[in-house]
Protein backbone atom coordinates (compact mmCIF):
# COMPACT_ATOMS: atom_id res chain seq x y z
CA UNK A 1 0.00 0.00 0.00
CA UNK A 2 1.34 3.52 -1.09
CA UNK A 3 0.78 6.43 1.28
CA UNK A 4 1.00 10.43 -0.16
CA UNK A 5 1.71 12.99 1.75
CA UNK A 6 2.00 17.06 1.71
CA UNK A 7 -0.02 18.86 -0.89
CA UNK A 8 -1.79 15.97 -1.94
CA UNK A 9 -5.26 16.92 -3.73
CA UNK A 10 -8.22 14.42 -2.55
CA UNK A 11 -7.84 12.06 -5.17
CA UNK A 12 -4.17 11.65 -4.19
CA UNK A 13 -5.21 10.70 -1.09
CA UNK A 14 -5.33 7.45 0.33
CA UNK A 15 -6.82 5.45 -2.17
CA UNK A 16 -9.06 3.31 0.48
CA UNK A 17 -11.05 6.91 1.47
CA UNK A 18 -12.16 7.00 -1.62
CA UNK A 19 -13.88 3.58 -2.18
CA UNK A 20 -15.11 3.78 1.76
CA UNK A 21 -18.55 3.33 2.91
CA UNK A 22 -20.17 6.56 4.82
CA UNK A 23 -21.44 5.49 8.45
CA UNK A 24 -18.11 4.64 10.69
CA UNK A 25 -18.27 1.64 12.64
CA UNK A 26 -16.95 3.11 15.56
CA UNK A 27 -15.17 6.18 16.77
CA UNK A 28 -11.73 6.90 17.10
CA UNK A 29 -10.43 9.90 19.44
CA UNK A 30 -8.70 13.09 18.24
CA UNK A 31 -6.42 13.17 20.88
CA UNK A 32 -4.20 11.02 19.84
CA UNK A 33 -3.24 13.51 17.23
CA UNK A 34 -3.30 16.43 19.94
CA UNK A 35 0.25 17.61 21.80
CA UNK A 36 1.61 14.53 19.88
CA UNK A 37 4.50 16.80 18.33
CA UNK A 38 5.88 18.15 21.82
CA UNK A 39 8.83 16.25 22.98
CA UNK A 40 9.79 14.37 19.77
CA UNK A 41 13.26 15.99 19.47
CA UNK A 42 13.96 14.47 22.67
CA UNK A 43 15.59 11.14 21.18
CA UNK A 44 17.94 12.89 18.79
CA UNK A 45 19.10 14.91 21.15
CA UNK A 46 20.21 12.50 23.69
CA UNK A 47 21.37 10.20 20.98
CA UNK A 48 23.07 13.23 18.96
CA UNK A 49 21.04 12.36 15.68
CA UNK A 50 21.78 8.18 15.77
CA UNK A 51 19.48 6.47 13.50
CA UNK A 52 20.17 3.35 15.32
CA UNK A 53 18.21 1.20 17.42
CA UNK A 54 15.24 3.68 19.74
CA UNK A 55 13.66 0.62 21.05
CA UNK A 56 12.91 1.01 24.62
CA UNK A 57 10.91 -2.19 25.47
CA UNK A 58 10.31 -5.21 24.09
CA UNK A 59 7.16 -6.79 24.07
CA UNK A 60 6.80 -10.21 22.06
CA UNK A 61 7.63 -9.84 18.55
CA UNK A 62 6.32 -5.86 19.51
CA UNK A 63 8.65 -2.45 20.28
CA UNK A 64 8.00 0.27 22.28
CA UNK A 65 10.02 3.04 20.55
CA UNK A 66 11.41 6.54 22.50
CA UNK A 67 9.74 8.26 19.94
CA UNK A 68 7.13 6.72 20.74
CA UNK A 69 6.91 6.95 24.32
CA UNK A 70 7.54 10.95 23.90
CA UNK A 71 4.43 10.92 22.13
CA UNK A 72 2.31 9.19 24.85
CA UNK A 73 4.38 11.02 27.64
CA UNK A 74 2.79 14.67 25.95
CA UNK A 75 -1.06 13.08 25.46
CA UNK A 76 -0.55 11.86 29.10
CA UNK A 77 0.93 15.52 30.20
CA UNK A 78 -1.65 17.16 28.05
CA UNK A 79 -4.34 15.93 30.21
CA UNK A 80 -2.65 16.82 33.41
CA UNK A 81 -3.24 19.67 35.87
CA UNK A 82 -0.63 22.03 36.23
CA UNK A 83 -0.11 21.07 39.54
CA UNK A 84 0.26 17.32 38.99
CA UNK A 85 2.99 18.35 35.87
CA UNK A 86 4.51 20.15 38.18
CA UNK A 87 4.87 16.71 40.26
CA UNK A 88 5.95 15.09 37.37
CA UNK A 89 9.06 17.17 36.89
CA UNK A 90 10.04 18.27 40.61
CA UNK A 91 9.26 15.12 42.44
CA UNK A 92 11.63 12.03 41.67
CA UNK A 93 9.00 9.31 43.15
CA UNK A 94 6.20 10.86 40.84
CA UNK A 95 8.08 11.37 37.43
CA UNK A 96 8.95 7.83 37.87
CA UNK A 97 5.54 6.49 38.79
CA UNK A 98 4.64 8.55 35.77
CA UNK A 99 6.85 7.12 33.59
CA UNK A 100 5.99 3.59 34.54
CA UNK A 101 2.27 4.25 34.15
CA UNK A 102 2.94 5.61 30.30
CA UNK A 103 5.89 2.86 29.62
CA UNK A 104 2.64 -0.06 30.95
CA UNK A 105 0.15 1.56 28.66
CA UNK A 106 2.34 1.42 25.36
CA UNK A 107 3.44 -2.23 26.70
CA UNK A 108 -0.25 -3.30 27.32
CA UNK A 109 -1.08 -2.06 23.81
CA UNK A 110 1.74 -3.97 22.17
CA UNK A 111 0.69 -7.06 24.42
CA UNK A 112 -3.21 -6.66 22.86
CA UNK A 113 -2.03 -6.00 19.44
CA UNK A 114 0.59 -8.99 19.24
CA UNK A 115 -2.55 -11.26 20.26
CA UNK A 116 -4.52 -9.53 17.19
CA UNK A 117 -2.07 -11.32 14.89
CA UNK A 118 -1.54 -14.25 16.29
CA UNK A 119 -5.20 -14.38 16.08
CA UNK A 120 -5.17 -13.37 12.51
CA UNK A 121 -7.70 -10.67 12.78
CA UNK A 122 -7.19 -7.96 10.12
CA UNK A 123 -8.77 -4.10 9.28
CA UNK A 124 -9.77 -3.31 6.07
CA UNK A 125 -8.64 -0.17 4.22
CA UNK A 126 -12.23 0.09 3.89
CA UNK A 127 -12.73 -0.06 7.76
CA UNK A 128 -9.85 2.67 8.09
CA UNK A 129 -11.54 5.03 5.37
CA UNK A 130 -14.82 4.81 7.47
CA UNK A 131 -13.41 6.08 10.64
CA UNK A 132 -11.26 9.06 9.53
CA UNK A 133 -14.22 9.95 7.30
CA UNK A 134 -16.06 10.39 10.25
CA UNK A 135 -13.76 12.35 11.86
CA UNK A 136 -15.26 16.20 12.93
CA UNK A 137 -11.46 18.00 12.27
CA UNK A 138 -10.88 16.47 8.77
CA UNK A 139 -14.48 17.63 7.36
CA UNK A 140 -15.03 21.13 5.92
CA UNK A 141 -18.85 22.00 5.59
CA UNK A 142 -20.00 18.16 6.58
CA UNK A 143 -17.34 16.47 4.08
CA UNK A 144 -14.36 15.27 4.32
CA UNK A 145 -11.46 17.29 3.30
CA UNK A 146 -7.91 15.97 2.37
CA UNK A 147 -6.39 19.64 3.27
CA UNK A 148 -7.56 19.24 6.23
CA UNK A 149 -6.48 16.13 6.50
CA UNK A 150 -2.75 16.65 5.52
CA UNK A 151 -2.70 19.99 8.07
CA UNK A 152 -3.51 18.17 10.91
CA UNK A 153 -1.70 15.41 10.80
CA UNK A 154 1.28 17.63 10.14
CA UNK A 155 0.97 19.61 12.80
CA UNK A 156 0.61 16.66 15.04
CA UNK A 157 4.17 14.88 13.81
CA UNK A 158 2.09 12.01 12.09
CA UNK A 159 2.89 10.54 8.34
CA UNK A 160 -0.48 9.88 6.61
CA UNK A 161 0.95 5.78 7.03
CA UNK A 162 1.78 6.47 10.79
CA UNK A 163 -1.96 7.57 11.41
CA UNK A 164 -3.54 4.74 9.66
CA UNK A 165 -1.47 2.35 11.79
CA UNK A 166 -2.26 4.18 14.64
CA UNK A 167 -5.96 3.62 13.79
CA UNK A 168 -5.79 0.11 12.60
CA UNK A 169 -3.87 -0.84 15.59
CA UNK A 170 -6.50 0.47 17.94
CA UNK A 171 -9.40 -1.44 15.84
CA UNK A 172 -7.38 -4.48 16.18
CA UNK A 173 -6.99 -4.29 20.21
CA UNK A 174 -10.76 -3.18 19.95
CA UNK A 175 -11.54 -6.51 18.49
CA UNK A 176 -9.23 -8.56 21.22
CA UNK A 177 -10.58 -6.85 24.27
CA UNK A 178 -14.26 -6.19 22.55
CA UNK A 179 -15.41 -9.57 24.05
CA UNK A 180 -13.86 -9.39 26.96
CA UNK A 181 -15.65 -6.26 27.78
CA UNK A 182 -19.54 -8.07 27.15
CA UNK A 183 -21.72 -8.50 30.38
CA UNK A 184 -21.19 -12.17 31.93
CA UNK A 185 -24.56 -14.25 32.70
CA UNK A 186 -24.58 -14.98 36.48
CA UNK A 187 -26.45 -18.59 36.46
CA UNK A 188 -29.29 -18.46 38.68
CA UNK A 189 -27.73 -21.15 41.50
CA UNK A 190 -24.82 -18.85 41.73
CA UNK A 191 -27.00 -15.82 42.20
CA UNK A 192 -28.85 -17.62 45.00
CA UNK A 193 -26.22 -18.93 46.77
CA UNK A 194 -24.39 -15.94 46.89
CA UNK A 195 -27.85 -14.08 47.95
CA UNK A 196 -28.44 -16.98 50.73
CA UNK A 197 -25.14 -16.66 51.69
CA UNK A 198 -24.76 -12.64 52.08
CA UNK A 199 -28.66 -12.12 53.88
CA UNK A 200 -28.91 -15.49 55.22
CA UNK A 201 -29.77 -15.36 59.40
CA UNK A 202 -28.82 -17.36 62.06
CA UNK A 203 -30.13 -18.28 65.67
CA UNK A 204 -27.23 -18.15 68.21
CA UNK A 205 -27.14 -17.98 71.92
CA UNK A 206 -24.21 -16.74 73.94
CA UNK A 207 -22.68 -15.88 77.31
CA UNK A 208 -20.46 -12.68 77.99
CA UNK A 209 -18.01 -13.24 80.60
CA UNK A 210 -16.01 -9.59 80.69
CA UNK A 211 -12.51 -9.39 82.14
CA UNK A 212 -14.00 -6.01 84.35
CA UNK A 213 -15.70 -8.44 86.11
CA UNK A 214 -12.33 -9.95 87.88
CA UNK A 215 -10.92 -8.28 90.54
CA UNK A 216 -7.04 -8.09 90.70
CA UNK A 217 -4.55 -6.68 93.06
CA UNK A 218 -1.63 -4.61 92.81
CA UNK A 219 1.40 -6.73 91.26
CA UNK A 220 4.62 -7.22 93.02
CA UNK A 221 7.89 -5.83 91.11
CA UNK A 222 8.90 -9.51 90.73
CA UNK A 223 5.45 -10.09 88.54
CA UNK A 224 6.41 -6.87 86.53
CA UNK A 225 9.54 -8.34 85.41
CA UNK A 226 8.62 -11.67 84.54
CA UNK A 227 5.59 -9.67 82.62
CA UNK A 228 7.89 -7.54 81.11
CA UNK A 229 10.32 -10.48 79.70
CA UNK A 230 7.65 -11.77 78.15
CA UNK A 231 5.93 -8.25 76.63
CA UNK A 232 8.72 -5.95 76.35
CA UNK A 233 8.01 -2.74 75.19
CA UNK A 234 9.19 -1.12 71.92
CA UNK A 235 10.16 2.49 71.31
CA UNK A 236 10.23 3.37 68.05
CA UNK A 237 12.35 4.83 65.87
CA UNK A 238 12.55 9.00 66.74
CA UNK A 239 14.22 11.53 64.35
CA UNK A 240 14.75 15.22 65.38
CA UNK A 241 14.67 17.29 62.40
CA UNK A 242 14.68 21.40 60.95
CA UNK A 243 13.87 22.69 58.22
CA UNK A 244 13.88 26.01 55.94
CA UNK A 245 10.93 27.11 54.57
CA UNK A 246 10.51 29.95 51.74
CA UNK A 247 6.80 30.63 51.85
CA UNK A 248 5.40 31.46 48.46
CA UNK A 249 1.86 31.44 46.65
CA UNK A 250 2.37 28.10 44.52
CA UNK A 251 -0.75 29.01 42.30
CA UNK A 252 0.88 32.34 41.12
CA UNK A 253 3.33 32.19 38.98
CA UNK A 254 5.09 35.44 40.13
CA UNK A 255 4.96 34.32 43.61
CA UNK A 256 6.11 31.33 42.66
CA UNK A 257 9.17 32.25 40.82
CA UNK A 258 10.34 34.41 42.93
CA UNK A 259 9.97 31.99 46.14
CA UNK A 260 11.88 29.73 43.50
CA UNK A 261 14.74 32.28 43.10
CA UNK A 262 15.48 32.96 46.88
CA UNK A 263 15.31 29.15 47.58
CA UNK A 264 17.78 28.43 45.21
CA UNK A 265 20.25 31.03 46.81
CA UNK A 266 19.31 29.56 50.39
CA UNK A 267 19.99 25.93 48.73
CA UNK A 268 23.37 27.26 47.35
CA UNK A 269 24.60 28.77 50.83
CA UNK A 270 24.14 25.56 52.37
CA UNK A 271 26.05 23.51 49.89
CA UNK A 272 28.23 26.23 50.74
CA UNK A 273 28.85 25.21 54.40
CA UNK A 274 26.44 27.79 55.82
CA UNK A 275 24.19 26.05 58.82
CA UNK A 276 20.44 26.31 57.83
CA UNK A 277 19.57 28.59 60.17
CA UNK A 278 22.20 31.20 59.01
CA UNK A 279 21.15 30.41 55.40
CA UNK A 280 17.45 30.96 56.21
CA UNK A 281 18.11 34.53 58.08
CA UNK A 282 20.25 35.96 55.11
CA UNK A 283 17.77 35.57 52.66
CA UNK A 284 14.33 35.81 55.16
CA UNK A 285 13.07 32.93 55.11
CA UNK A 286 11.51 30.86 57.55
CA UNK A 287 13.70 28.07 59.63
CA UNK A 288 12.10 25.83 62.16
CA UNK A 289 13.56 23.31 64.72
CA UNK A 290 11.15 20.12 65.22
CA UNK A 291 11.70 18.10 68.55
CA UNK A 292 12.74 14.62 68.03
CA UNK A 293 9.42 12.19 67.08
CA UNK A 294 8.81 9.05 65.96
CA UNK A 295 6.73 8.30 61.97
CA UNK A 296 3.23 8.02 63.35
CA UNK A 297 3.57 10.51 66.22
CA UNK A 298 4.30 13.79 64.07
CA UNK A 299 4.03 17.21 65.68
CA UNK A 300 1.23 19.60 64.35
CA UNK A 301 3.15 20.92 61.41
CA UNK A 302 1.71 21.12 58.34
CA UNK A 303 4.73 20.67 56.37
CA UNK A 304 4.75 17.22 57.99
CA UNK A 305 2.51 15.82 55.03
CA UNK A 306 2.39 11.95 54.62
CA UNK A 307 4.65 12.12 52.15
CA UNK A 308 7.18 14.83 53.88
CA UNK A 309 7.31 12.14 56.74
CA UNK A 310 7.98 9.18 54.51
CA UNK A 311 10.91 11.16 53.17
CA UNK A 312 12.68 12.31 56.12
CA UNK A 313 12.41 8.77 57.54
CA UNK A 314 14.27 7.58 54.21
CA UNK A 315 16.97 10.06 54.63
CA UNK A 316 20.39 9.57 56.35
CA UNK A 317 21.10 11.51 59.83
CA UNK A 318 23.52 14.78 58.79
CA UNK A 319 22.03 15.10 55.19
CA UNK A 320 19.25 18.17 53.75
CA UNK A 321 16.67 17.07 51.52
CA UNK A 322 16.22 18.84 48.13
CA UNK A 323 14.77 21.12 47.30
CA UNK A 324 10.52 20.38 47.97
CA UNK A 325 7.61 21.90 46.38
CA UNK A 326 5.02 22.08 48.96
CA UNK A 327 1.68 23.72 49.35
CA UNK A 328 3.13 26.13 51.28
CA UNK A 329 6.44 27.26 49.37
CA UNK A 330 9.30 25.86 49.37
CA UNK A 331 11.16 23.37 51.84
CA UNK A 332 14.94 22.01 52.38
CA UNK A 333 14.59 19.39 55.41
CA UNK A 334 17.65 18.21 57.24
CA UNK A 335 17.36 14.90 59.49
CA UNK A 336 19.84 16.06 62.28
CA UNK A 337 19.88 12.78 64.53
CA UNK A 338 18.15 9.44 64.47
CA UNK A 339 17.52 7.78 67.54
CA UNK A 340 17.03 3.94 66.61
CA UNK A 341 14.21 1.65 67.21
CA UNK A 342 14.87 -0.20 70.92
CA UNK A 343 13.62 -1.88 74.01
CA UNK A 344 12.45 0.52 76.08
CA UNK A 345 14.03 0.94 80.07
CA UNK A 346 11.93 -1.56 82.53
CA UNK A 347 12.03 1.57 85.08
CA UNK A 348 10.65 4.39 82.28
CA UNK A 349 7.54 2.18 81.32
CA UNK A 350 6.70 0.20 85.26
CA UNK A 351 3.95 2.75 86.37
CA UNK A 352 2.29 1.83 82.50
CA UNK A 353 3.13 -2.10 83.32
CA UNK A 354 0.90 -2.06 86.26
CA UNK A 355 -2.21 -1.64 84.07
CA UNK A 356 -1.49 -3.92 81.55
CA UNK A 357 -0.60 -6.76 84.16
CA UNK A 358 -3.83 -6.26 85.61
CA UNK A 359 -5.45 -6.40 82.66
CA UNK A 360 -3.56 -9.45 81.34
CA UNK A 361 -4.52 -11.22 85.13
CA UNK A 362 -8.46 -10.32 84.22
CA UNK A 363 -8.13 -12.26 81.14
CA UNK A 364 -6.81 -15.38 82.23
CA UNK A 365 -9.18 -15.72 84.80
CA UNK A 366 -12.00 -14.62 82.53
CA UNK A 367 -11.02 -17.81 80.04
CA UNK A 368 -10.71 -20.09 82.91
CA UNK A 369 -14.62 -18.72 83.86
CA UNK A 370 -15.71 -19.11 80.11
CA UNK A 371 -14.27 -22.86 79.55
CA UNK A 372 -16.40 -23.57 82.57
CA UNK A 373 -19.35 -22.66 80.85
CA UNK A 374 -18.35 -24.51 77.88
CA UNK A 375 -17.53 -27.79 79.74
CA UNK A 376 -21.12 -26.92 81.40
CA UNK A 377 -22.42 -26.13 78.05
CA UNK A 378 -21.06 -29.35 75.71
CA UNK A 379 -22.66 -31.48 79.03
CA UNK A 380 -25.84 -30.14 79.81
CA UNK A 381 -26.91 -28.97 75.89
CA UNK A 382 -27.91 -25.52 77.24
CA UNK A 383 -26.79 -22.75 79.22
CA UNK A 384 -26.59 -23.19 83.28
CA UNK A 385 -25.99 -20.96 85.98
CA UNK A 386 -28.36 -17.92 87.96
CA UNK A 387 -25.31 -15.94 87.12
CA UNK A 388 -25.01 -15.92 83.63
CA UNK A 389 -25.39 -13.24 81.33
CA UNK A 390 -26.90 -15.12 78.51
CA UNK A 391 -28.72 -13.45 75.02
CA UNK A 392 -30.73 -15.48 72.31
CA UNK A 393 -30.65 -13.74 69.09
CA UNK A 394 -31.40 -13.95 65.38
CA UNK A 395 -28.55 -12.21 63.68
CA UNK A 396 -27.00 -11.20 60.93
CA UNK A 397 -24.15 -10.95 58.92
CA UNK A 398 -23.62 -7.83 60.27
CA UNK A 399 -25.96 -7.12 62.84
CA UNK A 400 -27.65 -8.42 66.42
CA UNK A 401 -24.71 -9.06 68.09
CA UNK A 402 -20.86 -8.58 68.35
CA UNK A 403 -18.62 -8.62 65.62
CA UNK A 404 -16.52 -11.09 66.69
CA UNK A 405 -19.19 -13.10 68.22
CA UNK A 406 -21.14 -12.86 64.43
CA UNK A 407 -17.94 -13.90 62.39
CA UNK A 408 -17.71 -17.19 64.56
CA UNK A 409 -21.16 -17.85 63.86
CA UNK A 410 -21.60 -17.62 60.52
CA UNK A 411 -18.41 -19.96 60.12
CA UNK A 412 -19.96 -22.62 62.71
CA UNK A 413 -22.24 -25.17 61.77
CA UNK A 414 -25.52 -25.64 63.79
CA UNK A 415 -24.93 -26.96 66.98
CA UNK A 416 -21.25 -26.10 67.71
CA UNK A 417 -20.20 -24.73 70.73
CA UNK A 418 -16.97 -22.28 70.79
CA UNK A 419 -15.16 -19.73 72.80
CA UNK A 420 -14.88 -16.30 70.83
CA UNK A 421 -11.78 -14.11 72.08
CA UNK A 422 -12.83 -10.25 71.61
CA UNK A 423 -10.78 -7.05 73.04
CA UNK A 424 -12.35 -6.77 76.32
CA UNK A 425 -14.61 -9.76 77.09
CA UNK A 426 -15.02 -13.74 75.80
CA UNK A 427 -18.13 -14.97 74.41
CA UNK A 428 -19.39 -18.40 75.26
CA UNK A 429 -21.32 -19.14 71.72
CA UNK A 430 -23.94 -21.85 70.88
CA UNK A 431 -24.88 -21.76 67.10
CA UNK A 432 -27.93 -22.63 66.18
CA UNK A 433 -29.78 -23.43 62.85
CA UNK A 434 -29.17 -21.07 59.53
CA UNK A 435 -32.57 -18.72 58.28
CA UNK A 436 -33.03 -18.62 55.07
CA UNK A 437 -33.73 -14.66 53.44
CA UNK A 438 -36.71 -13.64 52.56
CA UNK A 439 -36.38 -12.48 48.55
CA UNK A 440 -36.12 -8.97 47.79
CA UNK A 441 -36.60 -8.43 43.72
CA UNK A 442 -34.10 -4.91 44.77
CA UNK A 443 -31.39 -6.61 46.43
CA UNK A 444 -31.61 -9.91 43.71
CA UNK A 445 -30.78 -7.88 41.06
CA UNK A 446 -28.05 -5.38 42.34
CA UNK A 447 -26.63 -8.79 43.49
CA UNK A 448 -26.59 -10.07 39.91
CA UNK A 449 -25.25 -7.06 38.79
CA UNK A 450 -22.27 -6.53 41.45
CA UNK A 451 -21.66 -10.26 40.69
CA UNK A 452 -21.30 -9.95 36.90
CA UNK A 453 -18.67 -7.01 37.40
CA UNK A 454 -16.98 -9.00 39.66
CA UNK A 455 -16.82 -12.32 37.31
CA UNK A 456 -15.62 -9.34 34.14
CA UNK A 457 -13.14 -7.89 36.39
CA UNK A 458 -11.90 -11.46 36.62
CA UNK A 459 -12.16 -13.00 33.33
CA UNK A 460 -9.85 -9.21 32.42
CA UNK A 461 -7.49 -9.94 35.67
CA UNK A 462 -7.15 -13.68 33.77
CA UNK A 463 -6.94 -12.71 30.60
CA UNK A 464 -4.33 -9.96 31.20
CA UNK A 465 -1.99 -12.62 32.99
CA UNK A 466 -2.30 -14.71 29.72
CA UNK A 467 -0.79 -12.07 27.67
CA UNK A 468 1.70 -11.14 30.07
CA UNK A 469 2.79 -14.56 29.31
CA UNK A 470 2.17 -14.81 26.28
CA UNK A 471 4.37 -11.49 25.25
CA UNK A 472 6.45 -11.00 28.50
CA UNK A 473 8.51 -7.71 28.45
CA UNK A 474 11.92 -6.94 28.20
CA UNK A 475 13.66 -3.80 28.46
CA UNK A 476 16.36 -3.30 26.27
CA UNK A 477 18.65 -1.53 28.87
CA UNK A 478 21.53 -0.33 26.07
CA UNK A 479 19.08 2.41 25.32
CA UNK A 480 16.59 2.46 28.37
CA UNK A 481 19.28 3.38 30.40
CA UNK A 482 20.26 5.97 28.33
CA UNK A 483 17.24 7.48 27.75
CA UNK A 484 16.43 7.48 30.82
CA UNK A 485 19.93 8.13 32.32
CA UNK A 486 20.30 5.46 34.63
Known amino acids: MSFCYGNAKGEQMLEYLRNAADKPLAKFLIAILAFSF ?3 GVA ?3 FGGSRGDTTLVRVGNADVTMQEYNAERSRALAQMTREQQRAVYTDAQTGAQFTARVLGDLSTQRMVENRANDLGFVVTDGRIAREIREFP ?10 YLFDVVLNNSGYSEAAFANVLRNQVLRGYVLGPI ?3 MNVPQFA ?3 AYNARYGQKKIEYATVKFSDFKVGQPTDAQLQEYYAAHPQIVPEHRTVSYVLIPADMSKPDSYDAALATAQKVEDDIIAGESMATAAKRHNAKYVSLKSFAA ?3 PADAILTDKMVAKIFDMDAGLESELTET ?5 IVRVDKIDPQHNAEFASVKKNLIADWQRDAQRKQAYVRANEILVDLNKNGKFVGKKLSTKSATVSRTSGAPTDVLVAAFRANAN ?3 IVSAADAFYVLHAGDAVAPTVDTKKMTDLRKELASTQSREITDDYNSFLIRTYPVKINHKVYDKFFAK
Open 38 to 40: VGW
Open 44 to 46: EWV
Open 137 to 146: EFQSNGRFSA
Open 181 to 183: AVS
Open 191 to 193: LTA
Open 296 to 298: DGR
Open 327 to 331: KQGFV
Open 416 to 418: DNS
